[in-house]
């Protein structure tokens, strides 16, 4: 399981590095074909599929490239033989927004899958708390 965890840290660190970067092809790499979204923004009822994540990706690499963070603070991970939970908080704002409320971070709750010995991400769920 150790080498499990190892390899899901990696694909997440490498997801969130992406996402920094505005790499579209790092950011869709390791998700299912059948992966669900829910999201920060609309649809409330969730993205669903590799299509409709790619096309929610472009907005928010506008508004980061305006100054926006996004690292990982925290990341914890269980795994099991074929399916993964990992929970992380990220700083995910802008200068402005860190100033205003230096605690604000992103929850983000991963579920994964191992399919033909690679762990894939089916799952994603964004959130900010409600003040």
């Known amino acids: 399981m150790h080498d499990d965890v190892t390899q899901i840290r990696a694909l997440i660190t490498g997801w969130a590095e992406a996402v920094h970067r505005g790499d579209l092809a790092g950011v869709m790499a390791d998700h299912t074909e059948d ?32 100054g926006a963070f996004f690292d990982i603070d925290s990341l914890d991970i269980t795994a099991g033989t074929d399916v993964a939970y990992a929970h992380a908080l990220l700083r995910c704002g802008t200068r402005e927004e860190f100033a205003a409320s230096p605690t604000l ?25 409600h003040d």
């Not at 992103?106 to 994964?112: D, N, S, W």
């Not at 991400?121 to 959130?127: F, I, L, Q």
Request: charged share 20%; proline share 11%.
């Open 35 to 66: 992966l669900v979204m829910y999201d920060v923004p609309p649809p409330h009822a969730g993205i669903h599929g590799l299509a409709a994540y790619l096309a929610s990706w472009p907005p928010f690499f506008e508004w980061q490239a305006q």
């Open 105 to 129: 971070r992103l929850r983000l709750t991963l579920g994964l899958r191992k399919e033909r010995g690679r762990w894939m991400v089916a799952h994603e769920h964004h959130s900010f708390p």
